[in-house]
């Protein structure tokens, strides 16, 4: 297939931190705010701690199937940006909004029945996603539209070593296509790229579980960090004559991981805490190669090295479930995250900040074998002052406000 370098598009795919990962990828997962490691039930156990498989029905198969709707709202800028050349737009005309988006994201689980002490299961997932548009002149120059579509398999296993402690593990397969545009002619500088991209890339997972009682239960998550080596071509434009070249250019999807402990109360609530690592510092430097030089404009603007000294991470979440009958199930969740951009970095394909997440949801089972429920999340960012313009260089001088998301998922249960 054809692939053409995404220049910051590849970055973008990284970050899946604190603003456009999306760890919830299951009914539970979104009630809980993904506070859903040790205290894991059904067939998306497979995905949050495969370890935790040998501990479900050892006759039974899990499967689980639903569709999240991300709904991404406006970003605001207000300040001034720093232009090509040292030139400094003032605020009346650098201030702008991004546009509103919805992206519809499926996910899929499914678990085995046990075979002795093993059991397998897969998930199929999207655990990150970007899609930004600026219409506002300004913005257009660095991104008019940066848009990134990542789909995981996840084949895991598990292994029972006693009655109370497993380990699991699997395979990632990360298929992920992305979209870069952007062009200065509103603002009269002549340069221009249209990019698209895609690749596939691997990694692993490991897990381990441990219910030393019946009502207490830890578990323990690792997911690799994951390289992706894009190789293609990059149609640059100056002054409306365009040039494509051989590019390639490597980009970490950083490590992340998991630790929670869950308590249950007269099989009626449980309470569960989890603390997650994600270790982006990882991402020190963008850096595009070309199979020959680029046209001497362009080489600030898509060639020079950019630093990036991404920062490692710490996210702290709480879920809480009730059993409020036989039938239905009530959860709740709230989140902290960190941002991993530090303020000399940001710019406008992710104009990211520190976030609370609230989340709640509920599940009903119709029958012994099908369950359905639905749930909604709220991440709401901090607004952000920045100051990113360097010597010599651009940035912004401003102020990032609004953003965040609201994701709404339903979801099908099924045991046979």
Same mark, same amino acid.
């Given at each position: 297939?054809?692939?053409?370098?995404?220049?910051?598009?590849?970055?973008?795919?990284?970050?899946?931190?604190?603003?456009?990962?999306?760890?919830?990828?299951?009914?539970?997962? !979104?009630? =809980?705010?993904? %506070?859903?490691?040790?205290?894991?039930?059904?067939?998306?156990t497979a995905y949050y701690n495969p370890a935790n498989m040998s501990f479900l029905a050892p006759d039974v198969r899990?499967? @689980?199937?639903?569709?999240?709707? %991300?709904?991404?709202?406006?970003?605001?800028?207000?300040?001034?940006?720093?232009?090509?050349?040292?030139?400094?737009?003032?605020?009346?005309?650098?201030?702008?909004?991004?546009?509103?988006?919805? &992206?519809?994201?499926?996910? !899929?689980?499914?678990?085995?029945?046990? !075979?002795?002490?093993?059991?397998?299961?897969?998930?199929?997932?999207?655990?990150?996603?970007?899609?930004?548009?600026?219409?506002?002149?300004?913005?257009?120059?660095?991104?008019?539209?940066?848009?990134?579509?990542?789909?995981?398999?996840?084949?895991?296993?598990?292994?029972? =070593?006693?009655?109370?402690?497993?380990?699991?593990?699997? &395979?990632?397969?990360?298929?992920?296509?992305?979209?870069?545009?952007? #062009?200065?002619?509103?603002? /009269?500088?002549? &340069?221009?790229?249209?990019?698209?991209?895609?690749?596939?890339?691997?990694?692993?997972?490991?897990?381990?579980?441990?219910?030393?009682?019946?009502?207490?239960?830890?578990? !323990?998550?690792?997911?690799?960090?994951?390289?992706?080596?894009?190789? /293609?071509?990059?149609?640059?434009?100056?002054?409306?004559?365009?040039?494509?070249?051989?590019? *390639?250019?490597?980009?970490?999807?950083?490590?992340?991981?998991? &630790?929670?402990?869950?308590?249950?109360?007269?099989?009626?609530?449980?309470? @569960?805490?989890?603390?997650?690592?994600?270790?982006?510092?990882?991402?020190?430097?963008?850096?595009?190669?070309?199979?020959?030089?680029?046209?001497?404009?362009?080489?600030? %603007?898509?060639?020079?090295?950019? #630093?990036?000294?991404?920062?490692d991470t710490n996210s702290f979440r709480i879920g809480l479930t009730y059993q409020y009958s036989d039938r239905l199930?009530?959860?709740?969740?709230?989140?902290?995250?960190?941002?991993?951009?530090?303020?000399?970095?940001?710019?406008? @394909? =992710?104009? #990211?900040?520190?976030?609370?997440?609230?989340?709640?949801?509920?599940?009903?089972?119709?029958?012994?074998?099908?369950?359905?429920?639905?749930?909604?999340?709220?991440?709401?960012?901090?607004?952000?002052?920045?100051?990113?313009?360097?010597?010599?260089?651009?940035?912004?001088?401003?102020?990032?406000?609004?953003?965040?998301?609201?994701?709404?998922?339903?979801?099908? *249960?099924?045991?046979?």
């Amino acid at each position: 297939m054809k692939k053409i370098i995404l220049l910051s598009t590849i970055a973008s795919m990284a970050l899946m931190a604190g603003a456009y990962k999306i760890p919830e990828q299951s009914v539970n997962a !979104m009630a =809980l705010g993904a %506070a859903y490691i040790a205290h894991t039930t059904d067939a998306d156990t497979a995905y949050y701690n495969p370890a935790n498989m040998s501990f479900l029905a050892p006759d039974v198969r899990y499967v @689980e199937m639903g569709m999240t709707l %991300a709904h991404l709202p406006a970003n605001t800028y207000t300040g001034m940006q720093v232009l090509p050349g040292g030139v400094i737009a003032p605020a009346a005309v650098a201030s702008g909004k991004s546009e509103v988006e919805n &992206i519809p994201i499926p996910y !899929m689980h499914y678990v085995a029945p046990a !075979m002795g002490k093993w059991r397998y299961g897969v998930s199929l997932a999207a655990p990150a996603g970007l899609t930004k548009r600026w219409k506002s002149p300004v913005q257009k120059l660095f991104a008019e539209e940066f848009t990134l579509k990542n789909v995981e398999l996840n084949p895991v296993v598990s292994y029972r =070593l006693s009655d109370t402690l497993s380990i699991g593990g699997g &395979i990632r397969m990360v298929y992920s296509e992305g979209k870069v545009y952007s #062009d200065g002619a509103l603002i /009269g500088i002549p &340069i221009k790229r249209e990019m698209e991209g895609d690749t596939i890339e691997w990694g692993y997972n490991v897990a381990l579980a441990w219910h030393p009682t019946h009502d207490v239960a830890v578990g !323990m998550t690792y997911r690799s960090k994951i390289d992706l080596d894009e190789e /293609g071509k990059a149609n640059l434009y100056l002054s409306g004559i365009g040039r494509q070249f051989n590019a *390639s250019v490597s980009v970490p999807l950083p490590a992340a991981f998991n &630790i929670g402990i869950s308590k249950t109360w007269d099989d009626k609530v449980t309470l @569960e805490f989890v603390y997650e690592r994600t270790f982006w510092s990882a991402y020190k430097t963008l850096d595009f190669e070309y199979g020959s030089p680029i046209q001497p404009a362009l080489v600030e %603007a898509f060639d020079d090295p950019k #630093d990036k000294l991404w920062e490692d991470t710490n996210s702290f979440r709480i879920g809480l479930t009730y059993q409020y009958s036989d039938r239905l199930t009530l959860m709740a969740g709230y989140s902290y995250d960190e941002t991993p951009v530090p303020e000399k970095h940001i710019n406008y @394909e =992710l104009p #990211d900040s520190d976030a609370h997440i609230f989340s709640a949801g509920f599940k009903y089972k119709y029958s012994d074998s099908l369950t359905f429920g639905a749930a909604l999340l709220y991440d709401k960012k901090t607004s952000r002052k920045v100051n990113s313009a360097v010597a010599g260089g651009t940035g912004v001088i401003g102020e990032f406000s609004d953003g965040g998301a609201v994701l709404a998922t339903v979801g099908l *249960s099924y045991k046979f």
